[in-house]
């Protein structure tokens, strides 16, 4: 059964275009700690979809879809010290942080911002709304669809 999911990112750390740029590959998401979003991740499957969201920017919102092509995996990024997410208490044995990959799948003909997604009573029980820190976050059928219906406005 196929999942919906908002993903945050900040447009100059790693925007829509960065993911599209990658073609069919696609990208892992790296850098997820949160437990929750870390959770989230690790419930992702292959072909569930993504509402791909540019956060820390003004204005913030969602402006993409991308797709979940690869399940979760130890983020190795955690065992690194050299990254910028090295996490010492993560152990390659006992991962505490996991990661996904996915790929681009379309640009939305216009943004929707934060402003009116918390503006759309029909979208009000959203993570993202309810949750507003978590950079990975789970959404229902009708709320992708309602996001995506509010782009073409």
Not at 3 to 14: G, T
Not at 37 to 52: C, T
């Amino acid at each position: 059964m196929k999942q919906f999911w908002l993903m945050k990112s900040e447009p100059e750390a790693f925007s829509l275009e960065d993911l599209k740029a990658q073609g069919a590959k696609g990208e892992h998401w790296d850098g997820v700690r949160n437990y929750q979003a870390r959770n989230h991740m690790q419930n992702m499957q292959q072909g569930d979809l993504v509402i791909y969201y540019h956060s820390s920017c003004k204005p913030a919102g969602a402006v993409g879809v991308a797709k979940v092509i690869k399940e979760a995996y130890p983020d190795f990024t955690a065992f690194d010290h050299t990254e910028r997410y090295y996490d010492a208490k993560s152990d390659p044995e006992n991962p505490r942080w996991f990661m996904v990959d996915i790929n681009y799948t379309k640009t939305l003909k216009n943004m929707v911002t934060l402003k009116d997604i918390k503006a759309n009573p029909l979208l009000s029980d959203m993570q993202l709304v309810t949750h507003a820190r978590l950079s990975v976050s789970q959404m229902n059928e009708d709320h992708f669809n309602e996001i995506l219906a509010m782009s073409t406005l």
